[in-house]
């Protein structure tokens, strides 16, 4: 099992931009699908972004797009979030999550088994 730990959250004004970190340790990261996801006060977890296991197929969500890129070291065993143009309704607790081992960029939680514990990110108007 791999052991998830997000970092690079906190508080930032709209316009802003932000950079998320998540470094797996236990197992190499390299084989697998690699995901964020955000879960915002009062509502459900939702899929932000997606890296294929060779780096090469990504997804974003409508919501996310031309804003944010998702991007793995797979040296580092770290997958990154890059945020741009960040919007209040951006706020929510962001997830890093490992998927199944040479997948694709998958959209869905339930493909996803090992999560991290979150960073909050907010973002003030």
């Known amino acids: 099992q791999v052991q998830l730990v997000e970092s690079g959250g906190g508080v930032v004004q709209a316009g802003g931009s932000l950079r998320l970190s998540c470094v797996a340790s236990?197992?190499?990261?390299?084989?697998?699908?690699m995901a964020w996801f955000r879960q915002a006060p009062g509502k459900e977890r939702e899929f932000v972004a997606a890296?294929?296991?060779?780096?090469?197929?990504?997804s974003r969500s409508d919501s996310v797009k031309g804003r944010f890129t998702i991007s793995r070291d797979n040296a580092k065993n770290t997958v990154y979030l890059s945020m741009n143009s960040l919007q209040p309704e951006d706020t929510a607790v962001y997830f890093c999550?490992?998927?199944?081992?040479?997948?694709?960029?998958?959209?869905?939680?339930?493909?996803?088994?090992?999560w991290g514990q979150g960073t909050q990110v907010t973002v003030s108007s």
């Open positions: 236990g197992r190499t990261m390299s084989p697998y699908a």
């Open positions: 999550a490992a998927g199944c081992r040479f997948c694709g960029a998958l959209r869905t939680r339930a493909q996803y088994n090992d």
């Open positions: 890296i294929g296991w060779g780096g090469g197929e990504m």
